[in-house]
């Protein structure tokens, strides 16, 4: 199947430090990819949809200037979350939509943020 | 607007034998398909049946199947002859005309030996 990389799988960081956040579609192009939050013991929340070459779309209550997405490429799209705070610590996963077969979303790893 | 509800946060099963893990939805697309997706305690979403609306017959793949009864808006998730590896979070998902995934709370299924 199709195979979606994210990078950091975990990150560390002081409150009010900025995190980069990438994903990456490594067999196939993505004209859109989402990104989700995901705390504890709870579902995946989507935050926003990332289309190539375009403003990203923010669900409602999602901050777009605390949590920059590009998608600059048909393989790559950033979620960068500015100045953290420790409520920003979170699992977030990202995934890309692929074209083929039922039009299946495949799902990065995720990354473990925690914000000290 | 589309929701997934799942009412159970917790299973139990013994090894070997089968399992059904409950979804309801609502939508108002007259188009939508339903999705499974296991999340193992690594995190990692691994897509494992789907379902589309206007499908005539119940999906199957490997050991997993989906009991979908249009009328009463379920699209129960069957798991048969459980493994150990199969405990993990189950979410059922929905999508409709938006083309973005809406999932439901979750069900933590443990598989004992």
């Known amino acids: 199947g199709a195979v979606v990389s994210q990078h950091p799988s975990r990150v560390i960081c002081k409150s009010g430090t900025s995190v980069k956040i990438e994903c990456r579609s490594l067999d196939f192009q993505a004209t859109t990819m989402f990104w989700y939050r995901q705390f504890p013991k709870q579902s995946l929340m989507l935050m926003a949809t990332s289309n190539e070459g375009s403003k990203a779309t923010y669900e409602q209550g999602v901050e777009k200037d605390k949590f920059l997405i590009n998608h600059a490429s048909l393989t790559l799209s950033t979620l960068t979350v500015t100045s953290a705070h420790p409520e920003d610590s979170s699992f977030y996963i990202c995934?890309?939509?692929?074209?083929?077969?039922?039009?299946?979303?495949?799902f990065g790893p995720g990354t473990r943020l925690l914000v000290l | 607007a589309q929701k997934i509800t799942q009412t159970q946060p917790g299973m139990f099963v013994q090894e070997k034998e089968a399992v059904t893990l409950d979804c309801t939805y609502d939508?108002?697309?007259?188009?939508?398909?339903l999705f499974w997706y296991k999340q193992p305690s690594s995190g990692e979403m691994i897509f494992l049946i789907y379902q589309g609306s206007y499908d005539q017959q119940n999906a199957t793949e490997g050991r997993y199947s989906l009991n979908f009864q249009k009328a009463r808006k379920s699209a129960n998730l069957v798991i048969s002859a459980s493994q150990l590896g199969d405990s993990a979070m189950y979410f059922c998902?929905?999508?409709?005309?938006?083309?973005?995934?809406?999932f439901g709370s979750g069900t933590q299924l443990t598989v004992l030996p």
């Open positions: 939508t108002s697309d007259p188009s939508y398909g």
């Open positions: 995934s890309a939509r692929s074209l083929a077969g039922v039009e299946t979303q495949y």
């Open positions: 998902a929905i999508k409709g005309s938006a083309r973005q995934l809406t």
